[in-house]
């Protein structure tokens, strides 16, 4: 009963916080997630040496407030989870390399126990009863996703004729030359072989051919 007890309180005082870690491709969210992971998990290695390592100038780690912290794996089980551990491994084996960047949305959940400033909380959190901990969700999501929001709006015929300005803005005109001139060859209602769009998914792609070609 004391046991149950004290999980519902710890529930009801936990703080909890979600970060979303966003950004394009090979801009760092997987790196920065697992290193901030591994600074937090291994606090316990500076606690001598304060104003040095990873965590110098994080007031909670400073004033000797943080007492732990440790991965959440319970929480969210059933949703995609940041691989930490590979990440942790490619950074700090024997062979470190880059890890590889993550796919689609993934989180990671760390619990911290940290005691509070002073008063009943910080009495409370020594008696292991919840005020003190704090679980920081760290979302990793990747940026691209975020170039589509303004499409949830268009259609189909809305988003080609955009596109399509874009190609012909002043910015762009020597890159989509080549794309623009194959497809004002192609008849409106007529049908296009598989050799035809195999040319011009490759101009659309790498544009830089088209231009190369006309250079030639």
């Known amino acids: 009963m004391a046991n149950v007890l004290q999980r519902q309180i710890e529930g009801l005082t936990t703080r909890r916080l979600t970060l979303g870690v ?6 760092g969210k997987t790196v920065f997630i697992g290193a901030l992971a591994q600074a937090l998990l291994t606090a316990d290695a500076w606690t001598a040496r304060r104003g040095q390592g990873p965590l110098a100038g994080f007031g909670p780690f400073e004033r000797r407030q943080l007492r ?4 959440r794996d319970d929480i969210h089980a059933t949703l995609p989870q940041f691989s930490f551990r590979r990440v942790r491994d490619s950074l700090l084996g024997q ?3 880059w890890p590889q960047p993550t796919e689609g949305v993934s989180r ?5 126990d940290a005691l509070p400033e002073s008063g009943i909380r910080r009495w409370l959190a020594r ?3 919840g005020p003190g901990r704090l679980q920081i969700e760290l979302v990793d ?7 589509d929001l303004p499409m949830l709006n268009q259609s189909y015929e809305d988003w ?3 596109m399509w ?4 803005n002043p910015a762009r005109g020597d890159l989509s030359e080549d794309y623009r001139n194959r497809i004002m060859t192609l008849e409106a209602e007529g049908e296009v072989d598989e050799e035809q769009v195999s040319a011009l998914a490759e101009s659309w792609a790498r544009p830089e051919r088209g231009i190369e070609r006309d250079r030639t």
Request: charged share 15%.
């Open 22 to 27: 966003t950004g394009f491709a090979r801009s």
């Open 68 to 71: 732990s912290a440790h991965i």
């Open 95 to 97: 062979s470190a390399h």
């Open 108 to 112: 990671l959940v760390l619990e911290l």
């Open 127 to 129: 008696q292991n009863l």
């Open 141 to 147: 999501y990747p940026g691209e996703w975020l170039i």
């Open 160 to 162: 080609a004729e955009r």
């Open 165 to 168: 300005k874009l190609a012909n």
